[in-house]
C-alpha cells in the first residue's frame, strides 16, 4: 500500500500533468518530523511560469487545525526555482507555530527572489486550482488542504491586515506577475 507522502504526489500528479517536479528537501529543525519536501514544476502551468507545493507541513499539528492540515502552493510567472523553495523554507520554519489559514500574511523578512522587490506571502486559495483539487484531499490519516502563497510588497502585507484578504482580491493586480509594482 502507497504511504500517505506518496499518494500526495499521485494527487500533485493530477494537479500538474505529465511535469516532472524537481525534488527539494529542506532539512527539518523540528524534532520528531521529517524533512519538508519542495517540489519544483518548472513551464507549469504553461512555458515561462513556476509552480511549486510542499510536502511536510501536515505532518506537525497546530491549534487551529480541526481535522484539515494544510500543505503550500505557488504558481508565478518566473523561471526561479527559489520561489518554490521559499515556500518549503516557510513550511518547515512555521510548521507548528503558523496555522497559514487564508487570510494570514507572512513577511519573508527581505526580498523572496532576485528578481522582485516583493518580501511577503498572502496566503488564500491556490492559484489556477478548483475547489475540488485542493480541499479534502484524502491521502490517509487528517485530510490535507492546500493553501495558495502570494508574493506581495509589504505595503500590500500591511494592506490585508488592516483590510483584510478579500479587499485585497478586489484591488487591480496580476496575481502571477512577481516584477509587478505594488497596489498600495
Not at 498572502?122 to 492559484?127: F, H, M
Not at 475540488?132 to 509589504?154: E, K, M, N, R
Not at 483584510?164 to 516584477?179: C, N, S
Amino acid at each position: 500500500m502507497p504511504s500517505r507522502a506518496e499518494r500526495y504526489v499521485a494527487h500533485l500528479d493530477t494537479l500538474t500533468g505529465s511535469t516532472e517536479p524537481r525534488l527539494q528537501p529542506i532539512p527539518s529543525t523540528h524534532p520528531g518530523l521529517d524533512d519538508v519536501i519542495s517540489f519544483v514544476y518548472v513551464d507549469e502551468p504553461e512555458p515561462r511560469y513556476l509552480t511549486g507545493a510542499t510536502y511536510g507541513l501536515s505532518l506537525a499539528d497546530h491549534t487551529e487545525w480541526h481535522g484539515v492540515k494544510p500543505e503550500l502552493w505557488i504558481s508565478v510567472r518566473s523561471d526561479d526555482p527559489v520561489w518554490a523553495l521559499a515556500i518549503g523554507y516557510l513550511a518547515e520554519q512555521l510548521r507548528g507555530t503558523c496555522p497559514f489559514v487564508y487570510g494570514d500574511t507572512i513577511d519573508f523578512g527581505e526580498p523572496i527572489a532576485p528578481e522582485s522587490d516583493m518580501t511577503a506571502f498572502a496566503v488564500s486559495a491556490p492559484a489556477g486550482l478548483d475547489a475540488y483539487q485542493y480541499t479534502l484531499i484524502d491521502i490517509g490519516g487528517a485530510p490535507i488542504s492546500v493553501a495558495g502563497c502570494f508574493p506581495v510588497h509589504d505595503t500590500e502585507r500591511k494592506y490585508i491586515r488592516e483590510h483584510g484578504i478579500d479587499a485585497f482580491w478586489q484591488l487591480d493586480w496580476d496575481l502571477y506577475d512577481v516584477r509587478r509594482p505594488p497596489v498600495v
